[in-house]
């Protein structure tokens, strides 16, 4: 399998199984309401540093708790506000908070074993990086990076983890599910028949355009600066295009579309609408819908794979099958896939941990994730075809001005 391709169909499920027999460890972090599940008692406790400490950071700091397998030993953010809630709601020692644009350094050599890495997108690849380079474990959110070089480096962190016998996770949920585990496990069979066509869509909530008057401010709602968040293409939508990388098993070879600003008098560079077709190098196409516009429609995320002997839908909630053909599966309701997967993974982490399992095979995901979402931000907005190879060449950063942010 080229350099192109996810990884092996027999590392996804040997993988996926390990996370499904392991989520028994969390059972009762899944079963019982939010702040009163008991850790469970597990031999090792590994020290963990909270990269982040905002709304999903801290969140996955509460799950993290639940799991019984960690020590929240240290938490990072750039506004010390967030850092001293996280800090007292996981009862950090004051001398172990770290606030400011340098607090992940500060905080790799506060003697955490594994961090995870849920702040703003753009410093995703450095951060994590670091951590791989300091001899830490890393437990990454999506999406991994933002442009070209950030994909680069988050692949590069993944091997260079593999090769200091770490492990690397990149948080995504879909394909932890078990009903789309084996909706993907019979396409990869031949259930489809020759796959054709794949539709999918990445449907988020309205991102508005808050008062941002100075670039702490900018910093702390970075959902419609391109630089930090990648744009709609790649945050939420993120999830639908891992979802098709993941059945097809590589990523495409060129893409063409057009997006649109829609709102009145925008005062932020973000696009509410992007419409890509992408291709990939045996002809297979892919068209892939965005939308965050204030409409009254609810987000989605999913794909309908359209093969000559059968059809399969793969959701992050909702329904997910494979009908007809001759591996048809009724398949079943995607349920609670934000916390369940999130569940799974933090579990999976700690199995590959203490297990010794350094394959690391989803920073090359995501880094494969990051790249599509980047070539068709950039063949829509450029309103042309542009291949993989072309991007990539190009190595274009998204830079970002830190000036008047505290180190």
């Given amino acids: 399998m080229n350099e192109h391709h996810f990884f092996s169909r027999r590392q996804f499920l040997g993988g996926a199984l390990a996370a499904g027999a392991s989520a028994t460890l969390s059972a009762v972090a899944a079963d019982a309401p939010a702040g009163e599940a008991k850790p469970k008692e597990l031999a090792r406790k590994i020290k963990l540093g909270l990269i982040g400490c905002g709304g999903r950071g801290s969140w996955l700091?509460?799950?993290?708790?639940?799991?019984?397998?960690?020590?929240?030993?240290?938490v990072a953010d750039y506004f010390p506000e967030r850092m001293d809630k996280a800090g007292e709601k996981f009862g950090v020692d004051k001398a172990r908070r770290f606030s400011g644009l340098s607090a992940h350094k500060r905080l790799l050599e506060s003697g955490v074993e594994a961090v995870t890495v849920v702040n703003v997108p753009h410093f995703h690849p450095e951060h994590a990086h670091a951590a791989v380079e300091a001899g830490c474990h890393v437990f990454g959110a999506k999406p991994a990076a933002v442009d070209v070089p950030g994909a680069l480096k988050v692949q590069a962190a993944g091997k260079l983890a593999t090769q200091k016998k770490l492990c690397y996770l990149v948080d995504y949920q879909m394909w932890t599910d078990p009903i789309n585990i084996e909706v993907v496990k019979r396409i990869h069979e031949g259930g489809l028949g020759k796959l054709g066509h794949i539709d999918s869509v990445g449907f988020s909530m309205p991102w508005g355009e808050p008062p941002i008057k100075t670039a702490e401010d900018r910093l702390r709602w970075w959902l419609p600066t391109t630089a930090l968040s990648g744009d709609v293409i790649n945050e939420l939508s993120i999830h639908s295009i891992n979802a098709v990388l993941w059945v097809v098993g590589k990523r495409p070879a060129s893409a063409i579309g057009r997006t649109r600003v829609c709102r009145a008098n925008p005062r932020t560079e973000f696009r509410e609408i992007y419409l890509v077709t992408y291709e990939f190098d045996d002809g297979l196409l892919w068209s892939h819908r965005v939308q965050s516009?204030?409409?009254?429609?609810?987000?989605?995320?999913k794909l309908d794979a359209y093969?000559?002997?059968?059809t399969a839908l793969v959701s992050y909630r909702g329904k997910s099958y494979l009908r007809s053909g001759p591996k048809h599966y009724g398949g079943g309701e995607v349920v609670s896939l934000y916390d369940q997967g999130a569940i799974r993974n933090i579990a999976t982490f700690y199995d590959n941990i203490v297990q010794g399992r350094f394959d690391n095979p989803t920073p090359q995901q995501a880094g494969d994730n990051a790249l599509t979402a980047v070539l068709g931000r950039e063949a829509c907005a450029r309103r042309c075809c542009l291949t993989m190879d072309e991007l990539i060449k190009e190595n274009k950063k998204l830079e970002y001005d830190l000036t008047g942010l505290k180190v």
């Fill in 61 to 74: 700091g509460g799950l993290f708790k639940q799991h019984g397998g960690y020590e929240i030993h240290a």
């Fill in 293 to 301: 516009l204030r409409n009254d429609l609810d987000w989605a995320l």
């Fill in 307 to 310: 093969g000559d002997k059968a």
